[in-house]
């Protein structure tokens, strides 16, 4: 359309996820007008090697000076797909600094310096979005800062990594063990080379922070969430989950309760009844409990080039209808409280103990009797006889706190009758 206004966007990265934000805007950018009444502009994109092979986009548009973007005073929308701490804290800082307005989907940064960054937004009255650092196609921050802004939240649970979501998937589907199920997503290219940050549940723990903070209007920041990876799940520890009805997944839970935020995300059995446990491969899911609209759940693709890439692109397009309305920073942090965060071992859960006992008299008693001493009510007792002299003791809580279990647990260790503590996942 002639006369229409342009709207000039900086990319910073061209990895997987700026590559589907270029596709989509090249897909989107005929009926950009009609969405938002400008027309948008890709005016340069900075990547860290700029002699790398890339066939799909024009090369005049590449660099690796940021003065290129940050200097030029025609770019209003500054779109972060790089990832990492630095330099991308900096470069958010002055972009927003320089009346530029911000998109990220990175969740390592928002989960420990969202608010030095939501503060630099709201001085400068300019929009800082991130729906993609969350569940990346996922709608999630945008339904908890808006659409259910009227309720009271009481729980945010999800299965926000997809990695180990179909790792889990495999394991209970196929019987696989974890490594076999880990190679598998790699090759799928699910897991990345180094796959720490999914298996070990920190990936998971970043976006949790970023929910709980935006669900109960309190800032919660990375290291405050306890995090357990899925590495010790054992193809026997599905056996029995399937035993009991239920299945085992990585869930990133956050509650707020009358003393405190309780926040953590680890393995847990959950009951093949709730919605969660039909998530399966690399899907993910938020499950949201608020006190006027009840249940509610988010499911679909949680990372991705085209997922991942729907999310920013939603943001960029609301930074633009502000734009063109003058209302940029409209919706900045909403942490107007300050509610503590509970320690982890206050915190109350049911426990799954697996353990290999001596099989001879008044084992069960002592055991039950070391429980009982540390204020741990028991459940449920199976006990199955795997070898000779041994037996597989399996052992279901009541909800206790965790240092209770956490002590009894130490003490069961301690026993001469104890052979080995085998594992140890908490229900839902
Ligand atoms: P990626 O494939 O590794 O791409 C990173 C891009 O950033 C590359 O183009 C790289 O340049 C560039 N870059 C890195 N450091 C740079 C620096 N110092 N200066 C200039 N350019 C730099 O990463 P990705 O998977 O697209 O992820 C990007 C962000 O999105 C991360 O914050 C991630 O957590 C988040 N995210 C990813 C997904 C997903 O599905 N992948 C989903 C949700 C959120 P070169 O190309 O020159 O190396
Ligand atoms: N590594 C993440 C996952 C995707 O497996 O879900 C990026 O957040």
């Not at 903070?213 to 193809?235: L, N, P, Q, Y």
């Amino acid at each position: 359309m002639e006369n229409t206004k342009v709207i000039k966007v900086g990319l910073l990265g061209l990895g997987t996820v700026g590559s589907g934000v270029y596709k989509l805007i090249e897909r989107q950018k005929e009926e950009m007008c009609q969405k938002t009444g400008a027309d948008i502009k890709i005016e340069k994109i900075l990547v860290h090697n700029i002699d790398k092979k890339r066939d799909h986009v024009p090369l005049e548009l590449l660099t690796d000076r940021w003065e290129d973007i940050i200097e030029n005073p025609g770019i209003q929308i500054v779109i972060e797909v790089m990832g990492g701490i630095e330099p991308a804290r900096t470069m958010i800082l002055q972009a927003l600094n320089s009346g530029k307005h911000v998109v990220t989907a990175n969740k390592d940064l928002i989960a420990e310096y969202g608010k030095e960054l939501l503060d630099a937004a709201e001085n400068n009255g300019t929009d800082l979005l991130f729906e993609a650092a969350v569940a990346g196609g996922i709608p999630i921050i945008r339904p908890l800062k808006q659409c259910l802004a009227a309720n009271e939240i009481d729980e945010v649970v999800g299965i926000v990594n997809g990695t180990t979501n179909y790792i889990l998937t495999k394991m209970f589907e196929e019987g696989m063990e974890f490594q076999e199920a880990l190679e598998k997503a790699t090759e799928l290219g699910y897991a990345e080379a180094d796959p720490t940050a999914d298996i070990e549940g920190l990936d998971a723990g970043r976006k949790v922070a970023i929910m709980a903070s935006i669900a109960f209007h309190s800032r919660v920041v990375f290291s405050d969430v306890h995090t357990e990876g899925i590495t010790k799940i054992t193809a026997r520890d599905i056996l029995y989950a399937k035993e009991f009805g239920s299945v085992i997944k990585l869930v990133g839970v956050a509650h707020n309760t009358v003393d405190g935020i309780e926040v953590a995300v680890h393995p847990m059995m959950l009951s093949q009844e709730h919605p969660l446990a039909s998530v399966r491969d690399a899907f993910n899911a938020v499950f949201v409990h608020g006190d006027a609209v009840d249940d509610v759940m988010f499911y679909g693709r949680g990372a991705g080039e085209l997922p991942t890439a729907s999310a920013i692109m939603g943001d960029v397009i609301d930074v633009m209808r502000d734009i063109q309305y003058h209302c940029t920073g409209r919706i900045s942090c909403t942490c107007y409280r300050s509610t503590p965060v509970k320690p982890f071992r206050e915190v109350r859960n049911k426990f799954f103990l697996r353990m290999q006992v001596e099989n001879k008299p008044g084992v069960l008693a002592a055991i039950a009797s070391v429980f009982g001493v540390h204020k741990v009510s028991i459940s449920k007792v199976i006990q199955k006889v795997i070898t000779d002299g041994a037996a597989e003791l399996v052992i279901v809580t009541e909800a206790v706190k965790e240092y209770h279990f956490m002590d009894a647990l130490e003490h069961l260790r301690d026993m001469e009758t104890t052979r080995e503590i085998s594992s140890v996942i908490r229900e839902y």
